[in-house]
């Protein structure tokens, strides 16, 4: 907690006392009618919805989008999306459609291996490293408890009806990839197609990342010249389907190629500003013609989905404060001017975990010049602070503020970049 606060912190402290909604955390949590009432009166003429998160390994993450989520839900919100690989997400939707459990045990990021043993687990080196392997069995029950909670959702036909789920992130697993294009394939009728495809995509022994991305690229080259042989063989929703994971699955090793090698801070800023790009474009891919007119809620780290990427510089990945990349929240917020409503959380301190920590939980605490820190005097342990009706004197007191992403900062117009803070004083490591 700060002791000392500016003369504009004070102002913001003594506005968000006032302005603050206090929201229940749990696994099964509704958001209060008071909540309820405070969100929808930011939805109007809005279309897309970001619930962003400051840290993927905590638990109460997932309770406050779910919270959000069944609200949105039953308002028409049923096209979600998650910072999570292309392939996985497919797999995940296939559950939350048919109710299989299978689906949900083929996830390659939760650990699942597959019938082509393509499952290429890598550890990175330099600044990706080290990488435990504690910590994967609570992030998995984590992730299908969402994966439930949203199949239920789904069931409520007299509600919400159907959700149709997707992952807008990289596939850094080829797994899961290989075996899609394997099913894809094995339909077609054209067996000349299929033999010249699966050859190119099939794993070598003892390949590095480099000649799997030189592989990669020949098959996707080939796929694309063929791509008239194969709408007449499996189709041209399938054929779309297939390229489009044959390219984010090259997309993943290129990441792999530039991030896990012993990069150096340069380098690795670049591999997440081109993993950017690709989750950019599968987002575009699912704001297609037909899904243009549905209401989006995408999930993700609060830096893939800040509004005005231009106003916020970042700490944590160059050592230094340098200008963010051009994020897909973004994008999306330019491209779909005054339609998106964004919601960021933020958190004081506790324990979190992570694929990149040397053990499996660690303590954090927001620094004393973060806004994490004055959020923490408001008498409430989680709550919502509607940023958008804010006095300009109170936004001006925001506007170059730091505050903290999995315990590294960041620092901009806290109110360009959200419309409502969702504060958790105290969070759970998964």
Partial sequence: MRIILSKAEELFLSWAKKAAVPIELSWTSSLSSFACDLVESQLRDKKIVFLGEPDHFVIEKYQYQLSFLRRLHELGWNLVGKEIGRSDGERINRFIQTGNESCLNSVVLFGASDSNGAVRRMSPAGLMSPVPDSGVSSFRSAEIQLARALRDLAKSADIGGSIRFFGFDI??????????????????????????????LAPRPGETVSDERMRLE????????????????????????????????????????????????EEL??????????????????????????????????????????????????????????????????????????????????????????????????????????????????????????????????????????????????????????????????
Wanted: proline share 3%.
């Fill in 171 to 200: 596939d850094i697993f080829p797994g899961g990839a290989l075996a899609d294009i394997t099913e894809l394939l094995a339909q077609s009728t054209d067996l000349g197609v299929s033999a010249q495809l699966l050859a190119n």
């Fill in 269 to 430: 800023w670049s591999a997440f500003a081109y993993r950017e790009h690709t989750m950019i474009r599968e987002v575009c891919d699912l704001l297609s013609d037909n899904n243009i007119s549905k209401k989006l809620v995408l999930l993700g780290h609060n830096m893939h989905l800040t509004k005005k990427s231009d106003q916020i510089t970042s700490f944590n990945l160059c050592g230094q404060q340098v200008p963010m990349w051009n994020s897909v929240g973004t994008y999306i917020a330019e491209k779909f001017r005054d339609q998106v409503f964004s919601v960021w959380m933020l958190c004081g301190s506790g324990t979190h975990s992570g694929p990149h920590f040397s053990s499996s939980q660690q303590s954090f605490s927001n620094l004393d010049l973060f806004v994490e820190a004055i959020l923490s005097s408001v008498p409430w342990h989680a709550f919502c602070l509607p940023l958008s009706s804010a006095p300009n004197i109170v936004l001006e007191s925001l506007s170059e503020t730091m505050f903290g992403c999995n315990g590294e900062p960041a620092q901009g117009s806290l109110r360009a970049q959200a419309d409502m803070i969702v504060f958790i004083r105290e969070v759970t490591a998964l």
């Fill in 218 to 265: 020949h098959a996707f080259k080939q796929a694309q010249l063929l791509e008239g042989r194969l709408e007449m063989s499996i189709g041209i929703d399938d054929t779309k389907a297939l390229i489009g994971t044959l390219q984010n699955w090259l997309n993943g090793v290129e990441f792999l190629e530039r991030a896990f090698l012993n990069p150096t801070r």
